[in-house]
């Protein structure tokens, strides 16, 4: 069975600070990892890495993925209030379904 | 910039009835979700669609459950007789492509059964 898994659940941190998400997997045939941010509803998609070592960057986000250890981190720089969401990590194996972590809940206080 | 539409965003329904959630997938996607979130919980993988027929479904995708793309553009979940557990966030999703793509997700619709 595939298997995410995220670290840690939930931190809180303040405005200002860098925080660093991590998503660990055991899958058959992996295909992609895919980070989600999820606030009020809905999954709205950050990256989708597919190659060990290529860093993905979005303004003050970034992620990179190891395929040999078999993780990939999150990072937000300078985060601010806005960044206050849970975020997803989830692993495309075997067919094309999507199997999801149990998220990391971020709290940035002003 | 081309979304997921679901509705309805909130149903509430009682125990034993049927209900059917409604998904517009973004038009030139091929590859059609459904995934449920209970409150607290994982997102977990419901079941895949494409080319007009189901292609991956999990062991919660039960017979109470079926998918139907009735035209060109919904994408419709139907839940046919509602238990208690069923309450939960319903995702739609959709993808341009099977493998290597984003999958952009709709807002939801929380299905509340009584």
């Known amino acids: 069975e595939d298997k995410v898994v995220q670290s840690p659940l939930s931190l809180v941190v303040h405005e200002g600070d860098t925080v660093t998400l991590n998503c660990s997997y055991e899958v058959t045939n992996f295909r992609s990892l895919l980070w989600y941010k999820q606030e009020k509803k809905a999954p709205t998609f950050l990256f989708m890495l597919t190659s060990s070592g290529i860093e993905k960057k979005s303004g003050r986000l970034s992620s990179i993925l190891d395929k040999k250890e078999l993780f990939s981190i999150l990072n937000i720089t300078a985060t601010q209030t806005g960044d206050s969401a849970i975020y997803l990590c989830a692993v495309e194996a075997a067919g094309n379904k999507l199997t999801f972590g149990g998220g990391t809940r971020v709290l940035v206080k002003p | 910039e081309p979304e997921v539409t679901q509705t309805p965003s909130h149903q509430v329904t009682q125990m034993g009835q049927e209900v059917i959630l409604r998904c517009v997938p973004i038009s030139n996607h091929l590859y059609f979700y459904w995934y449920r979130q209970i409150l607290g919980q994982k997102v977990e993988f419901l079941v895949s669609?494409?080319?007009?027929?189901?292609?991956?479904k999990s062991e919660i995708f039960d017979d109470q459950f079926s998918v139907e793309r009735p035209d060109g553009s919904n994408f419709t979940l139907k839940i046919r007789s509602t238990k208690l557990e069923d309450s939960a966030m319903y995702f739609c999703a959709s993808r341009i492509r099977g493998m290597n793509t984003e999958a952009f997700f709709g807002q939801g619709t929380r299905l509340t059964v009584v």
């Open positions: 669609f494409y080319n007009n027929e189901i292609s991956e």
